[in-house]
């Protein structure tokens, strides 16, 4: 089945500790990217990669990094989670560069900062 | 302003009706534009998208845009329970960004 794969579903952290969001896609798609999805703002991109070892930022790549190390992976990473990180995180891949009409997002991950 | 503005709802719609869903956008720029349905809990998933002007049909699901006016909509006829969900429009920013700019959704819900 093609999938879009992220772990944790769910974290609860700590100020401070850094984390990694992990997504995996089994497609052979080039393109992948993060959003984050807050109440009344929607989703907003905040990293994207076009091929292995090019990535370049969104709208809010702040406080985040990413790698793409081999083409199925695509991990966020949080070197100092902060309070305002709280939100619902979704990977996306897709074999067009426009995204879109070929996207397949995972089911998200919930992550808390306390 | 926003580039892409939903109304939040909830929508309540009884079992069978007819429901709009609209949105509008700033930029001249959109060339193509999607609905996404995401259900509690999951990701979203493409539901239909529209190169053009005019009216674009899938079953129960019609997809309109006026560019002149800078407004999407969707409707669904027969509304079912299993449509409860929150519907995204998101037009893609061309240029190789990856990226679609979501407006916030409106949640919809069908009661039987």
């Known amino acids: 089945e093609a999938q879009v794969t992220q772990n944790p579903r769910y974290l609860i952290t700590v100020t401070g500790k850094k984390l990694t969001v992990t997504c995996s896609q089994n497609?052979?798609?080039?393109?992948m990217s993060w959003y984050r999805q807050d109440p009344g703002l929607g989703l907003r991109q905040i990293y994207y990669s076009m091929n292995v070892e090019v990535t370049d930022k969104g709208d809010v790549p702040e406080g985040y990094k990413v790698s793409r190390k081999e083409k199925r992976n695509f991990p966020l990473i949080l070197e100092s989670p902060s309070p305002n990180q709280t939100s619902l995180y979704f990977c996306?891949?897709?074999?067009?560069?426009?995204?879109?009409?070929?996207?397949?997002f995972g089911s998200g991950t919930r992550l808390t900062v306390v | 302003q926003k580039e892409v503005e939903q109304d939040p709802g909830p929508l309540s719609v009884p079992e069978g009706a007819i429901v709009s869903l609209n949105c509008t956008y700033s930029?001249?720029?959109?060339?193509?534009f999607m609905w996404y349905r995401q259900y509690s809990r999951k990701g979203p998933e493409l539901l239909m998208y529209t190169y053009s002007s005019g009216n674009k049909e899938d079953g129960r699901f019609t997809a309109q845009v006026d560019k002149s006016s800078k407004y999407i909509s969707l409707f669904i006829r027969d509304s079912q329970p299993s449509d409860s969900a929150t519907y995204l429009c998101a037009p893609p920013i061309t240029g190789g960004y990856n990226k679609l700019i979501f407006g916030a959704g409106t949640r919809l819900a069908v009661h039987p």
């Open positions: 930029n001249s720029a959109f060339q193509y």
């Open positions: 497609m052979n798609h080039e393109y």
């Open positions: 996306a891949s897709s074999y067009n560069r426009d995204g879109g009409i070929g996207y397949t």
